[in-house]
Structures are given as C-alpha cells and as structure tokens.
C-alpha cells in the first residue's frame, strides 16, 4: 500500500502544473459552455459597482470576466483570435480549446509523452481541418437560401435582423463581400431612435457645424482634408514686423479665393479631420455648403472611399481649378438626419457601402441587438467565403470519426493525440444536448450509429425531439470557416497549454537585481 500511495504521490507532482493549468481552463468553459446551442442560456456579469450584463455571447462574458490564471487569460486569447479573424464561433472555439486540453491530459496522465500527444494532435487537427474543408458546401450566390438560413441561425433567431443583413450583403454585393480587407460586420450600428434598416451609403458619425443650412444635398461635389480648414499659420513672433503682418494677409486673402474656387467647383460638403476657421465656417453657411469638423479617420476613410475623393492637405487648396477638382469626391445625396445626430451620404461614385441600422427601445436592447447583427453579419461574410457545413455538432462527429478510422492505422504514440482530437470534436455536440437536456453519452452514441448507417454527415440531434434529423434539410447549417478557425486557434492554444511543465514568477524589473 505504501508503494501505491508513493507512485500516485509522485504522479501528482510530477503532473501537478498540467493538472492546475487544465483546472484553470475547464473553469473558463464552464463559463460559457452552457450558452451552447438553440436551447443554451445565458449569463449574468456583474461589475464591481453593481452594473450588470446579461448575454450569452462568448467573446462578451470571456472579455468582461475577471481573469487570473495565465493558462485561463490563453484561452480567452482564442475567443479573441476567433473574433477578430471570423466575428463569430468564439464559444465553439472556447468549448474545443478546453476540450483538448482535458483530453489531452487524460492521454498524458495516463503515461503518453506529451511530445507525442501534442504532435499527434496536430496532426489530428490538420486531418479534421481537410475532412472539413471537404465536405464544405458552397453559397451559390447572395440569393441562397442557406444565406438567410445562416443569417437567422447566427442571428438568434432574430428573424428581422437577419433579413437586414441579407438584403445589405446583397446591396453590397458578392465581390465586395469576398475582399479580404473588407469587414462586413463593421457595417452594422445600432440606435435606441432608429428604425431598423439598410441605408444604401454611409453614416458619418458628426455634426454640422451650419446646422441651420437646408440640410440636404443633392449632386454634390465632396472635399476631403486630412488638415485644418484654415489659411497656413503664420507664428506670433512674425506678426509683430511689418513683412510678417504682410504674409499673414496675403495668406488670408489666397485662403478667400480658395473658398470661391470651392464654390465654383460645385463643393457641397467639406469634411475635415481638424478644425475650421470661422471665416470659412461663416463663407459655407453663406453658400450653403455643409461642413463637418474634427470626423474621425474612420469615417474619412468612409467618405473617400465611397466617393471617390483623394483626402488632400489645405495647402491644395492653392491649386488650379483642374487639379483641386481632380481630388474632389461626388455623391448623389448628403443630408444630416436630426433624428439620428447621423450625417448620410450615398450614390458615390467610389466604392459601394452599405450601412445596416438597428433600432431599438434602449440603449441596452440597441447594444445586444447591435451584437446579434455583428455575428449574423460574421456568419454570413464567412459563409460567402468559405461556404457552409451542418452545424449543431453534426459534423464535427462525421470528422471524429474519420479521426478514428485513421487512428487504427497509425502505428506510433502519436495516434493517442489524434483519438484526442476525436474525442473533443464530440463536446460540441455533447454539451448542446446536456443544454438541451438529453442524456449526452446516449445521443452521442445514438448519432454516431446513424450517420455511420447512412453515410451521412448532415444527420443531428433535433434539440426539441430529441431525435436524429437531417440538420441540412432544416436549415441547422453553420459557416465552414468558422468551424475551420475555431479548430486550428483551439488546437493551437491546447498544445501551448499542455507543453507548460512549469510556471515561474517572474522578479519585478524595477526591484533591484
């Protein structure tokens, strides 16, 4: 007995880092696991002076948790990295991590290296990364109904919210959908005053300085600054001599004529990412010209790109008529809308942009609403790109069983890290029928048997009936990318976790050596 109760002593010692880090991580799940699916809940944060947020979005409850242990703070680093590459999948991404690591330290404790449990994972991660990209099902076009099934999936439900954001991605069209710098998402705002809509331009988030002007602008010619709207400075100290006072009323009287110049060349809208001399402000509203000040360079990026202006320096504004016109923009309309504080332009002659507003009674319900659109509108970008899959787990248990099936012809201690893999690509599933209330090990079982039967990787588990469906033939479809990221981050994160043997703090660098 004594011999027994040495070996397991030296075990836990020799495993106890792994153990604890593993602790850590199956704790930071627990945290959202339970959001999991359509029947998932959701999760109350509390703030230290008593705000309170409910929500069951994963990137929101991991960012707003108070966090301590480094191997926790890794995996919120995975909902992060799924967010800012994807926009969406950040609680199947987290629930995968932890997964991983749990399986992964159930080979190690059991006497496989890590070395080899680490690189059979990897391994078993690049083959699921290929069965997945395989039976990918491409968008035909923006038309697709899978689109508007992904959409409302991806939006809660929410049926108005997905309709706003299909109709804006086919606004917006498919090749602007398919550039890699182009964010869909960011196209989505919310406000508690809005009615909900897809605006075909862009919202300028500023005022007009002239805010008695009529406010609409029809035609327009745009000027663009990435200064002041001002004459070039002239310092104090020149003031005070004769030459210096001379230049400074030249400088004034060129700035004149570059504002009848403006007005000659049809400008109807003047933002600038600086401050306007109240000359200027006074020749515009005299003129009828809106001017928007201090915008920031977001939304100057916005307006150039939309239309079609170069964003120059005051100082062109001492060129020739052919030269300023030649940076000018142009829009069809422009017009400040009091309701929304919102300045909106669209029919540029740039770059097509849409925007999708999202009403709401309040601030809070505009802010979760605003959410819901920003996933619906990842999803829906994502599934453009990279197709579709069936999503409720389904698919990620066809996979773990192509896992298995490789697994029997592997011949090393690797393969203990690719049935790893297959082990966790079965959580998914597992957890959305716990959430749902089945028993998992009996549906689990009970999906495998179907799909292996029918050959079939879109069978699921209908979370209402508890019965085998097909997930493609009723719309429970997911974006294959999203799929495809949340694997590799969580894979990614894992293997870090599991390779840590020891933490060690580290000395202040301000503490003397």
Same mark, same amino acid.
């Given at each position: 007995?004594?011999?027994?109760?040495?070996?397991?002593?030296?075990?836990?010692?020799?495993?106890?880092?792994l153990v604890n880090n593993a602790a850590a991580v199956r704790a930071i799940c627990s945290a959202v696991e339970g959001t999991l699916g359509p029947k998932g809940l959701d999760?109350?944060?509390?703030?230290?002076?008593g705000e309170v947020i409910i929500t069951n979005d994963g990137v929101t409850i991991l960012e707003k948790m108070d966090v301590n242990h480094p191997a926790a703070r890794l995996?919120?680093?995975?909902?992060?990295?799924?967010?800012?590459?994807?926009?969406?999948?950040?609680?199947? %991404?987290?629930?995968?991590?932890?997964?991983?690591?749990?399986?992964?330290?159930?080979?190690? $404790?059991? =006497?496989?290296?890590?070395?080899? !449990?680490?690189? =059979?994972?990897?391994?078993?991660?690049?083959?699921?990364?290929?069965?997945?990209?395989?039976?990918?099902?491409?968008?035909?076009?923006?038309?697709?109904? %899978?689109?508007?099934?992904?959409?409302?999936?991806?939006?809660?439900?929410?049926?108005?919210?997905?309709?706003?954001?299909?109709?804006?991605?086919?606004?917006?069209? &498919? %090749?602007?959908?398919?550039?890699? /710098?182009?964010?869909?998402?960011?196209?989505?705002?919310?406000?508690e005053e809005a009615s909900s809509e897809v605006w075909p331009g862009i919202l300028l988030h500023q005022k007009p300085m002239n805010l008695h002007l009529e406010h609409e602008?029809?035609?327009?010619?745009?000027?663009?600054?990435?200064?002041?709207?001002?004459?070039? /400075?002239?310092?104090? +100290?020149?003031?005070?001599?004769?030459?210096?006072?001379?230049?400074?009323?030249?400088?004034?009287?060129?700035?004149?004529?570059?504002?009848?110049?403006?007005?000659?060349?049809? !400008?109807?809208?003047?933002?600038?990412?600086?401050?306007?001399?109240? &000359?200027?402000?006074?020749?515009?509203?005299?003129?009828?010209?809106?001017?928007?000040?201090?915008?920031?360079?977001?939304?100057?990026?916005?307006?150039? &790109? *939309? $239309?079609?202006?170069?964003?120059?320096?005051?100082?062109?504004?001492?060129?020739?008529?052919?030269?300023?016109?030649?940076?000018?923009?142009?829009?069809?309309?422009?017009?400040?809308?009091?309701?929304?504080?919102?300045?909106?332009?669209?029919?540029?002659?740039?770059?097509? *942009?849409?925007?999708?507003?999202?009403?709401?009674?309040?601030?809070?319900?505009? *802010?979760?609403?605003?959410?819901?659109?920003?996933?619906?509108?990842?999803?829906?970008?994502?599934? !453009?790109? =990279?197709?579709?899959?069936?999503?409720?787990?389904?698919?990620?248990?066809?996979?773990?069983?192509?896992? &298995?099936? *490789?697994?029997?012809?592997?011949?090393?201690?690797?393969?203990?890290?690719?049935? %790893?893999?297959?082990?966790?690509?079965?959580?998914?599933?597992?957890?959305?029928?716990?959430?749902?209330?089945?028993?998992?090990?009996?549906?689990? +079982? +009970?999906?495998?048997?179907?799909?292996?039967?029918?050959?079939?990787?879109?069978?699921?588990?209908?979370?209402?009936?508890?019965?085998?469906?097909?997930?493609?033939?009723?719309?429970?479809?997911?974006?294959?990318?999203?799929?495809?990221?949340?694997?590799? /981050?969580?894979? +990614?994160? /894992?293997?870090?976790?599991?390779?840590?043997? $020891?933490?060690?703090?580290?000395?202040?660098?301000?503490?003397?050596?």
């Amino acid at each position: 007995m004594s011999g027994v109760n040495t070996v397991h002593s030296e075990g836990e010692g020799r495993f106890s880092t792994l153990v604890n880090n593993a602790a850590a991580v199956r704790a930071i799940c627990s945290a959202v696991e339970g959001t999991l699916g359509p029947k998932g809940l959701d999760t109350m944060l509390v703030g230290s002076q008593g705000e309170v947020i409910i929500t069951n979005d994963g990137v929101t409850i991991l960012e707003k948790m108070d966090v301590n242990h480094p191997a926790a703070r890794l995996l919120i680093q995975v909902a992060k990295s799924q967010q800012r590459q994807i926009g969406d999948g950040t609680t199947t %991404a987290t629930v995968l991590a932890g997964a991983l690591v749990q399986e992964g330290v159930a080979q190690v $404790t059991r =006497g496989v290296p890590v070395a080899k !449990v680490v690189s =059979g994972m990897l391994q078993g991660i690049e083959l699921a990364v290929s069965s997945l990209r395989v039976r990918s099902r491409v968008i035909t076009n923006l038309g697709d109904d %899978a689109l508007k099934r992904i959409a409302i999936t991806a939006g809660r439900e929410q049926v108005d919210i997905a309709k706003l954001i299909v109709a804006a991605a086919e606004a917006v069209g &498919e %090749a602007k959908m398919r550039e890699d /710098a182009y964010r869909f998402a960011d196209s989505v705002i919310a406000h508690e005053e809005a009615s909900s809509e897809v605006w075909p331009g862009i919202l300028l988030h500023q005022k007009p300085m002239n805010l008695h002007l009529e406010h609409e602008q029809r035609n327009a010619s745009i000027l663009v600054l990435h200064d002041a709207l001002e004459p070039e /400075a002239v310092s104090e +100290e020149s003031l005070v001599t004769e030459a210096g006072f001379q230049r400074y009323m030249q400088l004034r009287e060129q700035f004149r004529g570059s504002l009848t110049l403006l007005l000659e060349l049809g !400008v109807g809208l003047i933002a600038s990412d600086r401050g306007v001399d109240p &000359e200027a402000e006074q020749f515009c509203s005299d003129h009828g010209i809106l001017v928007l000040q201090r915008l920031s360079r977001r939304d100057l990026q916005l307006l150039s &790109e *939309h $239309t079609g202006a170069r964003p120059v320096r005051r100082t062109a504004l001492r060129k020739s008529a052919s030269e300023l016109g030649a940076a000018l923009g142009y829009a069809g309309y422009a017009s400040y809308d009091e309701r929304l504080e919102l300045v909106r332009v669209c029919r540029g002659r740039g770059e097509q *942009h849409v925007t999708v507003i999202v009403g709401a009674a309040t601030r809070e319900a505009a *802010h979760e609403r605003s959410r819901i659109a920003k996933d619906a509108a990842s999803a829906v970008q994502a599934a !453009v790109r =990279g197709g579709y899959l069936p999503g409720g787990g389904a698919v990620e248990m066809a996979v773990a069983h192509d896992l &298995e099936r *490789h697994r029997e012809t592997m011949k090393g201690m690797e393969g203990f890290g690719v049935a %790893a893999v297959a082990g966790a690509l079965r959580k998914p599933l597992s957890q959305i029928v716990v959430n749902a209330g089945y028993n998992p090990l009996e549906k689990v +079982e +009970e999906l495998k048997a179907a799909q292996i039967a029918a050959d079939n990787d879109s069978l699921g588990i209908d979370c209402d009936t508890g019965q085998v469906t097909d997930f493609i033939e009723d719309g429970v479809i997911d974006p294959a990318d999203v799929k495809i990221h949340a694997l590799q /981050a969580a894979g +990614e994160v /894992a293997a870090a976790v599991l390779r840590i043997h $020891t933490v060690i703090k580290m000395k202040n660098p301000f503490e003397e050596a």
